[in-house]
């Protein structure tokens, strides 16, 4: 092992198993704590890899390593955030901006919801709308991969009641049925505690609870309950979380500041008669009705959205040039009013101007009554973002379809009265 000999180590030894390790100066001061699959590998990496400035430094202060085990790799990463929330060790601070740790909130709601906030976000938003959060991680994709591998032993949703038909996830056993009414808030309410008691580091009093759960169902012959405790129970003993934790050398998550400026996009027209083209601007979470901006739709013929909105784009991203006049501040994010045709659109005119502002669009789902996200799936920080935000980004669009219906209706009284 490659470990300086004048380096204590807790045991004399490293083992090859998932855990949470402690690195310690002199005086026994905690200086970094840090997530392995095999704590053996990751630590030995340390004093055989060329580092950066700052690790390099943190090594030269290490007298002794401690670290626990934990079963799975998953549990690794929740006791991390853990020791890190309680210790605030400094090489873990510093190591990147507060606004980037990414936290995990459960909604306050009938069927509460997982999210993924940002430090910065969940600042902001009054703690009354969240039952418990978790944190500090260092990434959302490695969060989001420990919820996606928890889901079946604890089948959470992101579902809405109401639905007409099952979700996919539900074909695959992943969604419990808030979707289609197969589970009541009740009952539902009852896997959230689980799986926030599992983010709490109670793995053994969740199992020891299925257990009972399953013998009580199973001796007043409640088969089916007993089968379902038991399949759970199964799942949780053999979770597969090889994805989970991620190189922590590895570039940072890119985040996307839904505080600063939003832009919301829609059309409005009769037929295509009249058509019009709407901004609306949310800045600190908030509609900004001075940055509001109105668009008589002059080069589309007929009724065709999707080339109105490109219009609309083209014409905005040509003032973000300065093409025309003042220039106008770039936003952080574009959500437009419409499902994948006008996301197409909007990203044409966005690689135009070789723009990788991140684009959303909110369509009406097949029953037309529920709104439906819609965005690159790969984007990890998008998708947590559509997730944890979706109530702003409906509010915004909201503002946007109102201000462009009443110019539409302006422009219609003016042709009557002519």
Known sequence: MAIPENIKIKNNVLPAAPGVYLMKDRSGAILYVGKATSLRTRVSGYFVRPADARIAKMVGLISRIDYLETPTTIEALILEAKLIKKYQPPYNILEKDDKSFVHLAFTREPYPRPVLIRGHELARLPQRRFLRTFGPFHSAASVQA???????????TLCRPGARRPCFYRHLGLCPGVCTGDISPADYRKIIRQLMAFF?????????????????AAKVQRYEEAAAARNRLRALEHVQDIAVLKDENAALDEFINVFGRIEG???SNISGTDAVGSLAVFIDGRPKKSEYRRFRIKTVAGANDTAMIAEVLGRRFARSTGRTGRRWPLPDL??????????????????RYRSAIPLVGLAKGPDRKRDELVYDKSDHELARLASAFKPLLQHLRDEAHRFAISYHRQRRSLRYRL
């Not at 109670?202 to 609870?209: A, E, K, Y």
């Not at 437009?336 to 044409?348: E, F, I, M, S, Y």
């Open 265 to 267: 996009y829609d059309i």
């Open 146 to 156: 420990a919820l996606d591998t928890l889901r079946r032993p604890f089948p959470w």
């Open 200 to 216: 709490g580091g109670r793995r053994r009093s969740i199992v020891r609870g299925l257990e009972m759960t399953m013998r009580a």
């Open 334 to 351: 574009i959500l437009v009013d419409g499902g994948t045709g006008q996301l197409n659109a909007a990203r044409r005119i966005l690689g």
